[in-house]
């Protein structure tokens, strides 16, 4: 009889549990992420994680990124620019304050400013802030930024999350404690877990709907899986293992989310490195790539193939896939033009992800094709960082370029690739001084013809937005026109 | 010593856990051969529109996630991981059979206590933990996780071989070796090592299936035999997320490994009962 007892409040409890945390679930949002930031500051660091929490959640610029890519104002509510280009004049927000009760004001933004362009400068993006000449607090709610030549693209640079807005006393310890002026505050973040953000009472704009947002970092895609299916999880919006987004599509629990993203997916080369500094070397690895079979291979058919380093959504879109195509016999003769008709061994080093891993092997089967042995090593981020990103230790690599239009990066002369072209710096020089929109799409065309050319990397497709969510929660960005996972118009369906 | 009992052959046939993992793990040895020669695939040609077909007659275990034949990615599976866990197993003999040796002929002293305390302290981490730490350390790939899975297997044949050395130590035949005047060397490269060999190959049996279990999940963790070359833990890695949709491509390497690892676990079952004169004396 007291066992039955015990089973019976066992239930009960189990009950009472459970609507406790449907509950729950109205005010709050769970969100997956499969890498965990390494600090949480956004003017100090490189990583896409680390907008993905606080982007338009803790911290603003003084402009954002909408949900479909279109800049719109953030901290600086309207702006006027002078007839030269040089003076943009931004006039901010009243009211705003930060997290810990401090006052934003103009020379907040004079302070952000300065601080991510100057020499000691951590900024991950510095060149966002090249072309600024001075920044200078008008009255508390003006500031005026003088730029050293015209930029066509400055209000698109400001929106980056490179560029938020941070206070002078907090921009020490925003790694660990970030404070902004964003309509989520930060709580806690429990290392290797979790981060919690939680609904600023002070914010300044129109509050959001979820009162806390959890992400939570679940790097394994099986447990990825399984936490969604519990509904441990609400949303996952780059779920990692598109093999299961079928089983997705096939319960109503959900709703499958697939959009694109700024990602342009690339066979990295080192063009600085024999003998890949030879065009035709280059050209052959392209040709030697099926990438149909590579998206249906590495990504079950969601991705779109591209010829260049641009993302296909985007207007000045060129397709260059055809320059580029597959075409194995040509890279043989290609090959054998450039004295390898022996064949090369080269090593191809993976960063994590499976688009990476998976894309690899098929990538080196499609090389061997015609030749050329690529062994493959497999990196964890850190390694990948040091070895291939920043000391340039590496033949042939495979990662995906998550920042918005940035071809830009071509014309840096130590990026990981090592490309080298006056000719390009030329049209991105040309490419800055424009602010017609008509023309800078031209101009963004042949930068993209540009490194089509060269064949600076073999280009292989535009990493799509796989997303999963709750069915009943609303609001999510469909597409990533940058790293973000902005939860100010998140909701759940009554 | 060797007339308390005899080697027919039909004994070891008649022993059921000898005959079902000889033949178990003949069919995985077997594959693992034939793969050296032949395939029913190329696995490294990739041909992705044929990806996750069911069986079928061209496929006859169906083909992956790249389009493998799954058949082929088992037999040169089946090759990584016998390789990997006969050459440690290899390497753990050659070097902890010597040192059990050497610790019983000086045992009391010294060596004795180093070499012992050496072993206790490999021991004294789990085998897979220390495969991970090595292979972490060292990068990944089938010579590191060689070395990994052939340092834990050290201890184990130190401690069998100066435990089976020491009782042979006291006995007559060592004692009339020592009068005739052969050294520690020569009685135990002559006396002691053919009369522990039997305790040797069974326990060589029995780790040969833990480097297997070991090769397995150092691939399934990403740090064993990397790709192209096909690995059971890897392919169970790969096809995890791929469960609900092939549920085929975990369960066919999945069952490979239990089974390989069961023959040899058997096939050490059933040798040490047919060559321990004690369980001689058991069965009469």
Do not use: C
Not at chain 1, 74 to 83: G, Q
Not at chain 1, 202 to 207: A, N, Q, R
Not at chain 2, 183 to 194: C, N, Q, T
């Amino acid at each position: 009889m007291s066992k039955r007892f015990a089973i019976g409040a066992a239930a009960a409890a189990l009950l009472l549990g459970s609507t406790a945390l449907a509950g729950a679930q109205e005010t709050g949002a769970t969100i997956g992420m499969q890498l965990e930031p390494p600090n949480l500051d956004p003017t100090a660091g490189a990583a896409a994680a680390i907008d993905e929490v606080v982007y338009a959640n803790v911290f603003e610029g003084l402009t954002r990124f909408a949900a479909d890519g279109t800049i719109v104002p953030a901290l600086a509510r309207e702006w006027s620019i002078s007839d030269d280009g040089l003076t943009y004049t931004f006039t901010l927000a009243d009211d705003v304050t930060f997290h810990d009760g401090s006052a934003f004001d103009a020379e907040d933004v004079v302070f952000s400013l300065t601080r991510a362009m100057a020499e000691e400068s951590t900024n991950a993006q510095k060149v966002l802030f090249e072309d600024i000449a001075s920044v200078e607090a008008i009255d508390p709610a003006t500031v005026e930024v003088t730029l050293s030549e015209p930029n066509g693209s400055f209000l698109f640079n400001m929106a980056w999350g490179d560029a938020v807005i941070v206070a002078e006393e907090s921009a020490g310890s925003n790694a660990t404690n970030p404070v902004g002026t964003g309509p989520f505050r930060f709580e806690n973040w429990v290392q290797g877990d979790s981060v919690t953000l939680a609904r600023s009472d002070t914010y300044w704009g129109e509050p959001p709907a979820l009162e806390t947002v959890t992400f939570k970092f679940i790097a394994d895609p099986t447990a990825a899986f399984a936490a969604m299916m519990a509904g441990d999880i609400d949303a996952f919006p780059n779920f990692p293992a598109p093999e299961n987004l079928v089983q997705f599509e096939a319960d109503p629990r959900f709703a499958v989310i697939i959009g694109s993203t700024e990602g342009e997916t690339v066979l990295g080369i080192n063009n600085s490195k024999a003998p890949f500094d030879d065009v035709r070397v280059r050209e052959a690895i392209a040709h030697a790539i099926d990438r149909q079979a590579l998206i249906d291979g590495a990504l079950f058919g969601y991705g779109t193939p591209i010829g260049s380093h641009f993302a296909p959504h985007h207007p000045a879109y060129l397709d260059l896939t055809e320059q580029s195509n597959y075409d194995p016999e040509r890279s043989r003769t290609l090959l054998e033009e450039a004295g390898l008709s022996d064949g090369i061994s080269v090593t191809l080093k993976l960063p994590p992800p499976s688009y990476a891993r998976r894309g690899g092997e098929i990538v080196a089967s499609q090389l061997r094709e015609v030749g050329i042995n690529a062994e493959i090593v497999t990196l964890e981020w850190a390694q990948w960082l040091e070895q291939v990103f920043t000391n340039a230790d590496f033949d042939l690599t495979i990662v995906s370029h998550t920042e918005p239009l940035d071809i830009n990066i071509y014309a840096r002369d130590d990026y990981y690739f090592r490309y080298q072209s006056d000719q390009f710096k030329a049209i991105m020089a040309e490419l800055d001084e424009t602010s017609d929109e008509a023309a800078r799409n031209e101009i963004l065309k042949r930068a993209q013809q540009q490194i089509a050319d060269d064949y600076v990397n073999a280009f292989l497709f535009q990493l799509p937005k796989t997303g999963v969510a709750d069915a009943r929660l609303k609001g999510l960005w469909e597409n990533a026109p940058t790293q973000a996972n902005d939860m100010t118009g998140v909701y759940w369906e009554e | 010593m060797s007339g308390a009992y005899s080697h027919r052959p039909r004994r070891y046939l008649r022993n059921p856990s000898f005959l079902l993992g000889a033949i178990l793990t003949a069919i995985f040895v077997g594959l693992a051969l034939v793969s050296l020669f032949w395939t029913p695939a190329d696995i490294a040609r990739l041909n992705v529109s044929a990806r996750l077909l069911p069986p079928s007659p061209q496929n006859w275990l169906g083909t992956d996630h790249y389009g493998r034949d799954l058949l082929s990615m088992i037999m040169v599976g089946a090759r990584t991981s016998i390789a990997v866990a006969l050459i440690a197993v290899g390497v753990g003999m050659v070097i902890g059979v010597p040192l059990g040796l050497w610790a019983a002929a000086r045992r009391g002293g010294w060596i004795d206590e180093l070499i012992m305390r050496f072993n206790d302290l490999v021991f004294a981490f789990p085998a897979l933990l220390l495969a991970i730490m090595i292979t972490a350390v060292f990068g990944p790939g089938a010579v590191n996780a060689i070395v990994a899975i052939g340092i834990f297997n050290i201890p184990v044949f130190a401690r069998l071989s100066r435990a089976g050395a020491l009782s042979l130590w006291t006995r007559d035949f060592i004692m009339a070796a020592r009068v005739a005047g052969k050294g520690a060397v020569r009685i135990s490269y002559e006396h002691i090592l053919p009369n522990i060999a039997n305790l040797l190959i069974v326990q060589a049996t029995i780790q040969f299936s833990l480097g297997i279990l070991a090769e397995a999940g150092l691939s399934y963790v990403g740090l064993g035999a990397q790709p192209p070359l096909a690995s059971w833990g890897r392919m169970l890695a790969d096809s995890q997320t791929m469960i609900a949709l092939a549920p085929q491509l975990a369960l066919i390497p999945g069952l490979a490994i239990v089974l390989t690892v069961l023959g040899l676990n058997l096939l050490g079952d059933g040798l040490r009962d047919l060559t321990d004169p004690r369980m001689e004396a058991v069965r009469r």
